[in-house]
């Protein structure tokens, strides 16, 4: 019987394809490694699922042969080989795409080696597949050495002048500027001007920080408790008997077929009942500690249980608590033995990362959700911060949600997985209830000194705009900064809406001006201004600022700016006149966190205001403004989301939250939940350390839940009034949710498409057995989007497996029942409604 190897090679379809194992490379394709293979007639880059000697099911003649292997040792181990295909079956993914998700770069060597066989001729992918490895970088730098006056010329002359006046430079960077930059260098070096030197190119930021080891502190109670019962699921896993770690190359586990939908999967996904084999013991847990209250010093020493007992550990954070902060934190305990992946890094620096995890080297690898798919070596340990951050879901290309995946691969790795956050999501709630996750609990702040923040709330139905005229900066706000300057103390503002004003509305016909290509108001930017305040020490008025008086008109026509769509990029100039009725006077309403810093700045002239906001905000931005609060160089500072989580500024001690309402009232059943997360989150940044905090919300929606028990730090009373209405409602976690989203250019095609769509659910065995409720279709609350228009499907069920079976009836259907128009793809357990 021949040889055969099921290959998974990137195209949108789900089944893996058989090829034959020629006799010279028997023994040596292996489950997880890559290789090239004939694809209608083109050659593909694909991944071995499985090899076996056994029969063909199809025509033995159409079998082609493998056209190369790539990967000496699998790319993919094992267990990362067996996750990513229950990932795909979960979601109905194509295999190709999810074990893309996982891959490695390709290194130059592999590419070099297939060279010289022959085998990239008239190729492919593979060429233009990303390539590392192998690069030094040129730096030149002048010597001491001086030439004799008059003997140099032109560039030679030049580039010698730079590097004298710049330092060392990268030979590239001269090439940009001097075309004959090269052959320069090489005069220069020759007369001894210029030393040429190569390097391998910069590491990743985040391990330039300086690394000092850290003291871990004593535990309290709490944190002592929640690290024993960690620890003693690990030494559980660890014991003889229990689930052996997967070794790379190993045997591999039972692995479902070509990612055939198996029905397992979603059980294991909500953390269902642990293999038989493992002992009697909970191995994944919900660590719900109020902010401050020491969840990271309870990772590290989890981490630390983890590689004492020879097991490799996983950190998942949100990208935006991705920061060298907290990065130097785990460094201080663990030094070089941890890998940092995140999205700024380099090809090279990526794959570094991923070599020294796949080779043993590192055992602790932390990042933001695609560290999911990270190859720590024996894994015994998954740990998920904030497991309630929306950014865990991702919404492009594979839907997955890494923290449900979380925990389906420490279940299949047999690892424990430690679920964190001080306002846990209602799904792992309702998981601690159903008795699938064991809670543990860190009720108090770290610090015995620091006592949660007082909150009070600010009707803005009853109170008018402060001195500053602007309705949303309310008479106690205004007192409440005043008082925070006085006392020499910082503040924070927080505002969910970016940039200048929210919409721009004609003053005589009421017409909103929207984008032409999504069905969205656009959003004014005021941009850079170009008489920015000068930073000057408190108290000294800025010599010929023009700084607008507290109550001057913001609706007056402004000058320059842009409108943009928050949605797509589309950024354009305010137009002159109402596009409905030809009117000049539109006027800029709302209130985005651009014109909440002027407004203050205008009204508190003697502090330094800031903003943080993904407008100022690039990476390095970012830390810079953050480094420039903690320091103290900052007064006030406004800003998103990005003001909310996981920063250290312990002289924070007034948070003002601008307008609550703006979340609530969101068409999302996660609306609430995400209001109230937000609410503490904000909150928790007030009085970190031996300071009291004070936090004002001010809303006109006093008695809304998600305001009322975020006022009262009622966190699990919120939790069980959610759950309550979650359950009355029919939303998860009482239902299980799969939308179909449709989308095309024309609009009928979209609304038949979904039409089509909706009438086969409703047609299909679970459908007319209503094991499966059909909602819709429906235009999606964000109508048109980028061009397209958005239909969808809401299919909801009690239980998973009719869910799935419709799912699966529908995508036969989406292969060739459906116009090729028409975009439509399935989200399980959706994150974003709009
Ligand atoms: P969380 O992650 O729950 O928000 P952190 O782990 O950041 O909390 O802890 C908050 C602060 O308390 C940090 O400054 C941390 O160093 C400190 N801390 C944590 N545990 C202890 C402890 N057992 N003793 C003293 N300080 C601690
Ligand atoms: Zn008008
Ligand atoms: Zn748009």
Redesign the pocket.
């Known amino acids: 019987m021949p040889l055969l190897a099921d290959v998974a090679v990137p195209v949108p379809l789900s089944q893996a394809f058989t090829y034959e194992v020629p006799a010279a490379l028997a023994g040596e394709v292996r489950p997880g490694a890559r290789v090239l293979c004939e694809f209608h007639r083109r050659k593909l880059l694909g991944v071995v699922l499985a090899v076996s000697e056994r029969s063909a099911a199809i025509d033995p003649s159409k079998i082609k042969p493998l056209a190369a292997l790539i990967d000496a040792r699998p790319a993919l181990p094992a267990e990362l080989l067996s996750f990513l295909q229950e990932l795909a079956a979960y979601y109905f993914a194509p295999i190709g795409e999810v074990l893309r998700l996982a891959l490695p770069a390709i290194e130059r060597e592999q590419v070099r080696a297939l060279k010289a066989q022959g085998e990239l001729d008239g190729m492919l992918d593979l060429g233009r597949a990303k390539q590392v490895g192998g690069r030094k970088v040129a730096y030149a730098s002048a010597t001491d050495v001086v030439e004799e006056p008059g003997t140099l010329r032109g560039q030679a002359a030049a580039v010698l002048a730079l590097l004298r006046a710049n330092g060392e430079q990268p030979v590239a960077r001269l090439e940009e500027r001097y075309g004959n930059a090269r052959s320069a260098l090489k005069k220069l070096a020759e007369r001894g001007l210029v030393a040429l030197d190569e390097r391998e190119p910069p590491r990743d930021p985040f391990f330039r920080l300086p690394e000092e080891r850290d003291v871990p502190?004593?535990?309290?109670p709490a944190?002592a408790e929640a690290a024993a019962r960690i620890d003693a699921a690990l030494a559980a896993l660890s014991a003889p008997g229990s689930a052996a770690p997967s070794v790379p190359g190993s045997a591999a586990p039972s692995v479902p077929g070509s990612a055939a939908p198996s029905a397992p999967a979603d059980a294991e996904a909500r953390g269902a009942a642990p293999r038989e084999a493992r002992p009697a013991g909970p191995s994944a847990f919900l660590l719900f500690?109020?902010?401050?209250?020491?969840?990271?010093?309870v990772y590290l020493r989890a981490i630390k249980s983890c590689l004492d007992r020879g097991r490799g550990a996983l950190v998942m954070v949100p990208e935006i608590a991705l920061t060298p902060q907290l990065v130097a934190r785990f460094r201080a305990r663990f030094g070089d033995e941890l890998a940092v992946l995140h999205s700024g890094l380099s090809d090279a620096d990526r794959h570094a990362m991923w070599a020294s995890l796949h080779g043993g080297k590192v055992r602790v690898a932390i990042g933001a959700r695609s560290a999911l798919f990270a190859p720590v070596p024996d894994l015994g340990l998954i740990l998920v911060d904030e497991e309630h951050d929306g950014s865990f879901k991702q919404e492009e290309g594979v839907r997955y949600h890494a923290r449900d995946m979380a925990l389906l691969r420490a279940h299949r790795a047999g690892a424990v997985c430690v679920l964190g956050s001080?306002t846990p999501s209602i799904e792992s709630v309702a998981l601690v209830r159903r008795g699938k996750l064991a809670e543990l609990r860190?009720p108090d702040?770290?610090?015995r000194e620091a006592s949660l923040p007082e909150v009070a709330l600010v009707d803005l139905r009853r109170f008018g705009a402060g001195p500053s005229g602007d309705p949303l900066i309310s008479l106690p706000l205004h007192r409440a900064l005043e008082r925070t300057l006085a006392a020499k103390e910082q503040a924070i503002l927080f505002l969910n809406r970016r940039g200048f004003a929210p919409s721009v509305v004609c003053g005589s016909c009421g017409n909103l001006t929207t984008c032409s290509a999504c069905s969205v108001a656009l959003t004014y930017h005021r941009g850079r201004r170009r008489d920015p305040r000068p930073q000057a020490p408190a108290g000294a008025p800025a010599p010929g600022a023009p700084a607008p008086g507290p109550a001057a008109p913001l609706d007056e026509r402004p000058q320059g700016g842009l409108l943009r769509c928050h949605y797509c990029d589309y950024a354009g100039p305010l137009p002159e006149r109402c596009a409905s009725c030809g009117s000049r006077t539109l006027l800029l309403e709302g209130l985005g966190t651009e014109r909440l810093e002027a407004t203050i700045a205008a009204s508190f002239p003697e502090a330094r205001v800031a903003r943080l906001d993904r407008d100022v905000a690039g990476k390095d931005r970012s830390q810079a403004i953050l480094a420039r609060m903690r320091e103290g160089k900052i007064d006030i500072l406004v800003g998103t989301q990005m003001v909310t989580k996981g920063h250290?500024l312990p002289n924070v001690t007034l948070v003002g939250v601008v307008n609550a309402d703006a979340a609530l009232g969101l068409p999302d059943f996660r609306a609430a939940e995400r209001g109230f997360q937000l609410l503490v989150q904000v909150a928790g940044r007030a009085g970190?350390r031996d300071r009291p905090g004070r936090v004002l919300i001010q809303t006109r929606n006093p008695e809304h839940p998600a305001i009322a028990f975020a006022a009262a730090h009622d966190v699990p009373g919120f939790l069980e009034r959610e759950i309550r209405d979650r359950e009355e409602v029919g939303y998860p976690p009482a239902t299980r949710l799969a939308l179909i989203r449709i989308d095309a250019v024309d609009e009928g095609v979209g609304r038949g498409a979904a039409a089509k769509l909706a009438a086969h659910a409703r047609t299909c065995p679970d459908g007319l057995a209503r094991r499966v409720e059909v909602l819709g279709p429906s235009a999606a609350p964000i109508a048109r989007l980028r061009g397209r228009y958005r239909f969808r499907v809401l299919l909801r069920a009690r239980e998973r497996g009719p869910l799935r079976g419709t799912l699966a009836a529908l995508t036969g259907l989406m292969r060739d029942g459906i116009d090729r128009n028409a975009r439509v793809i399935i989200d399980v357990d959706p994150v974003a409604m709009l």
């Not at 502190?217 to 309290?220: G, Q, V």
């Not at 500690?289 to 010093?297: A, I, L, Q, R």
């Open positions: 502190p004593e535990l309290n944190q500690g109020v902010t401050g209250s020491g969840k990271t010093e001080a860190l702040r770290a610090h250290d970190r």
